[in-house]
Every structure is written in C-alpha cells, then in structure tokens.
C-alpha cells in the first residue's frame, strides 16, 4: 500500500507568487494533517481534517494560508501571497480513526520563497 | 509558548552505548506521549508511545520512561546504532483531543561507529 503521497517535493518561487502544496493520503484513513517544520519553531501542527471537515485550524500563521480537503483522497494548502518567511518543509499527515491513532507522514514539500 | 520541549539540539554517543534523548513539556492535560524518528528527506515515522497510566513501555531496544509529577519523559535506545541516527521528535495529546498532537523541536542523535 501506499504511503502518504505529497508533490511538489520542492518547490521554489519568488516572493508575492502563489503555492499550492497538495497531499493524498493513505486510503481509509479519515485523518489529515497539515504540518510545517522550520529550525526555530520545529514541527508546527498547521491544521487538520476529520473526514473531509476541518476541525482545528487555529495554526494557520495567517490569513494567506488555506487549505482544503474536496474528497477523501486529497488535499491542498495554498499560500498566496508567498513570503519568504514561509520558506520550510510542509508535512501532510494521515490516521486512521481509532483515538491516539498513529500519524502516517509524507515525505514532505520543501518550499523556498525568494 | 512550546508546550513540548526538547532542550538538546543535538547529542553524540558512541555505537553500543546507551542514548537518552529527553523531553519535557508543560501542559499537565497531556497524559499520552509518543517518540517519532524522521531521517533526512522523509517524514518522521512513529517510534514509540507510553499513557499517563504508565511510567515505562519497552519496545525492543526502545525505552520510554515518564515521569508524570516532574512532567519529563525520556527515551533510551540500547545499544545504540548507526542506523539509530536521525532527528527523534518528542509529541503530546491530551484526552480533550487526542487527534491534536504536539511536537517538540526535534533531537537530534548521531550515533558514531
């Protein structure tokens, strides 16, 4: 089976230019999770899903950040404008829906803003 | 404010010896905890996990401790290994929402042959 599956695996743009990161994730799960990992704040939980739903989305930094989830097999974050503080690895995660599910993560977006 | 802290960048042990990577974290509803291991250019994959009801959980060479009233866990890998090198993340849910896992800064061991 496949794991969690993100594209782009880097991404390199130029300040003020829009970014959408997309995420598929293991089937059957009903979890879906968006992270960021920077060297100063490390693995911040940005928002996640509950079938499809967001439930949680209070680590959003800012309004220039959304994401959805159209179905259960995919989802997108998009940044727009991009700055260059938003430069980091962005982490899609998936679980299933037994509570202290384990979390299966992508191998990550890396995201350069110019 | 980090709600989960791992006060060590970094740490360097020796092949065969023990690693003791640590965590700390500050918000007493947290009462399930889990280790994540990432290597470069992946995404962290599960470790290990221990419940508040708990102090210790052993997994092979894998050793959790939790010290509820010092808020402090810690993971022992014994013998350490080469292939034991990575970032290991330290993570918090709490019963109100076991979904929402906090992580930690990350440590990370390098394990020199």
């Known amino acids: 089976d496949a794991g969690v599956i993100q594209s782009p695996r880097h991404e390199v743009t130029e300040m003020g230019q829009e970014v959408t990161l997309r995420c598929k994730p293991i089937?059957?799960?009903?979890?879906l999770f968006w992270y960021r990992q920077t060297m100063m704040r490390g693995l911040e939980l940005l928002i996640y899903?509950?079938?499809?739903?967001?439930?949680?989305d209070s680590g959003m930094p800012e309004d220039r950040f959304s994401a959805k989830m159209p179905n259960a097999s995919f989802s997108t974050l998009k940044i727009q404008p991009s700055e260059p503080r938003d430069s980091a690895v962005y982490f899609c995660a998936s679980s299933s829906t037994s509570p202290k599910g384990e979390q299966f993560f992508g191998p990550g977006t890396r995201l350069t803003v110019l | 404010d980090q709600q989960v802290k791992q006060n060590s960048p970094s740490l360097s042990v020796q092949e065969g010896r023990i690693s003791i990577l640590n965590c700390d974290y500050t918000?007493?509803?947290?009462?399930?905890f889990l280790w994540y291991k990432k290597y470069p250019a992946e995404g962290p994959t599960f470790l290990i996990s221990i419940s508040s009801i708990k102090d210790k959980n052993e997994d092979g060479r894998f050793t959790v401790f939790l010290n509820k009233s010092a808020k402090h866990l810690s993971l022992h890998i014994v013998p350490s290994q080469p292939g034991d090198s990575a970032v290991y993340f330290c993570?918090?849910?709490?019963?109100?929402?076991?979904?929402?896992?906090?992580f930690g800064p990350g440590t990370s061991l390098s394990v020199i042959p």
């Open positions: 089937s059957g799960h009903d979890y």
């Open positions: 899903f509950n079938n499809n739903v967001p439930i949680d």
């Open positions: 918000n007493s509803m947290f009462d399930y």
């Open positions: 993570a918090a849910s709490a019963e109100t929402s076991y979904d929402k896992v906090i």
